[in-house]
């Protein structure tokens, strides 16, 4: 079916389709290593690049310690993107062959 065949309603609703899709497919990811990002942003970003990890647990790691190092930007909490990405990958184990192998950290 082509657009100028749909219906207006049918045409809107496909539009607002692709529009989700396209948004869907921007990254969250920072190109720069210094960029500040709000916490639902972090968590955005490493869940993207592999690091699964929601708001409220950046959130709770704040409170209870744990976490990637964040500064105060007023009522706000914002991570640096290299220090959020700095800890995440200092969380990974070190790689193994096999799944029987000791874990000697």
Same mark, same amino acid.
């Given at each position: ?17 692709? /529009? ?9 990811? $920072?190109?720069?290593? /210094?960029? #500040? ?5 972090? &968590?955005? &970003?490493?869940? @993207? ?6 708001? $409220? ?10 976490? $990637? $190092? ?15 990405? &700095?800890?995440? @990958?200092?969380?990974? *184990?070190?790689?193994? #062959? *096999? ?7």
């Amino acid at each position: 079916m082509k657009v100028r065949d749909m219906t207006p309603h049918v045409a809107e609703e496909v539009g607002k389709s692709i /529009d989700r899709h396209r948004r869907a497919m921007v990254s969250a990811i $920072p190109a720069d290593l /210094d960029q #500040r990002l709000l916490r639902s942003q972090t &968590a955005a &970003a490493l869940t @993207e690049i592999g690091f699964k990890i929601a708001g $409220p647990t950046l959130a709770t790691m704040a409170t209870r310690g744990g976490g $990637p $190092p964040f500064c105060k930007w007023g009522p706000r909490v914002v991570y640096r993107w290299g220090d959020a990405l &700095a800890w995440a @990958e200092a969380r990974l *184990s070190k790689s193994r #062959r *096999s799944t029987s192998e000791a874990d000697l950290t």
